[in-house]
């Protein structure tokens, strides 16, 4: 299945679609399906006067065989070529030249392989009156490495770093922090951490113990029978934000943590509250609130921060 981005604009004053990272201007929401397939909006936020109502400019494809810049030439345990683009779980503007980061998630059959995790430099040129209005361009691929060179892996198994691996990790959101560092947040953890711009590790940021488990697992199964508290198996850290001023960094969890729902018949949590986890830039202190889904089957997929105290978030019904 191949990745596709859908996009849709609406116009400014001189009819060109336009993309920007600042909240004055169009912004970038995310959201996943199946792991391959990406719906990208961009939302006016010119003036209250000149807002208008998202159009459907095109849609932008990767190809499901398309290579990536990794240079991994083995294959996968279940026979995939390792250096597969697959599935996109987060994306964010550099500032210039139409680039943006890509994140890929945790990689093949639902962290059954080594999938060694990377990030992508992408071009997106929109022109909305050529026939092929979007138009993606892969420029770059860099894996994701622990501060001593290890490559993280998706692969639920590895709890603990290697010799050749770091631990394991399932990166899902992405934003870009200066000149120099991005911040990720991951599922497993979950965990946000500092990389630098080659993709290495530099640091971290805490996380509440109250989302941490007590008994990781391999399995999804034994995870969610074996801890009371923290995030659901593969329900994590989904997406985070910085705010315009840079002061405040907001991750939203993908579903209901456990010990805020119920269990279904099959003993898998459920429930309506996620949590939204607010840190300061500077101090490190943080806050929670909670965000009520209008359907326990809803999750939340992605975070864009519009102001110091609005953001938009992305539900995947």
């Not at 998202?54 to 279940?78: C, M, R, W, Y």
Request: proline content about 5%; glycine content about 8%; overall charge negative.
């Amino acid at each position: 299945m191949p990745s596709e981005f859908w996009l849709a604009a609406a116009p400014d004053l001189r009819g060109r679609a336009r993309i920007s990272s600042q909240p004055t201007h169009n912004n970038l929401m995310i959201h996943q399906r199946s792991g391959l397939i990406l719906a990208f909006v961009f939302q006016a936020f010119l003036s209250q006067a000149l807002a208008q109502s998202p159009q459907l400019i095109g849609i932008g494809q990767f190809p499901a065989t398309v290579i990536d810049h990794t240079g991994l030439s083995e294959k996968l345990s279940n026979g995939a070529p390792h250096d597969r683009l697959g599935g996109i779980s987060a994306i964010d503007y550099t500032g210039g030249d139409n680039q943006y980061l890509v994140l890929s998630d945790r990689g093949h059959d639902d962290g059954e392989t080594a999938f060694q995790c990377r990030m992508h430099s992408i071009r997106i040129t929109i022109d909305p009156l050529a026939s092929d209005p979007v138009k993606l361009d892969l420029l770059a691929s860099q894996l994701l490495r622990d501060s001593q060179r290890r490559p993280f892996v998706g692969e639920s198994s590895q709890l603990h770093a290697s010799q050749n691996f770091g631990h394991r990790l399932d990166p899902k959101g992405l934003r870009i922090a200066g000149q120099d560092q991005l911040l990720i947040c991951e599922e497993y953890g979950p965990r946000i951490l500092t990389f630098d711009r080659t993709g290495t590790q530099v640091g971290s940021i805490a996380v509440p113990a109250d989302f941490q488990i007590e008994r990781p697992a391999a399995s999804k199964n034994e995870e969610n029978r074996n801890n009371t508290t923290g995030r659901a198996a593969n329900k994590g850290l989904e997406g985070i934000a910085i705010s315009p001023d840079g002061n405040t960094l907001t991750c939203v969890m993908q579903n209901v943590m456990l010990q805020d729902g119920r269990r279904d018949e099959d003993g898998k949590p459920t429930g309506n509250h996620c949590r939204l986890l607010q840190i300061d830039w500077h101090t490190h202190q943080s806050r929670q609130f909670v965000y009520r889904l209008d359907d326990p089957k809803h999750i939340l997929s992605e975070i864009l921060a519009i102001s110091a105290t609005e953001s938009l978030s992305g539900n995947w019904i």
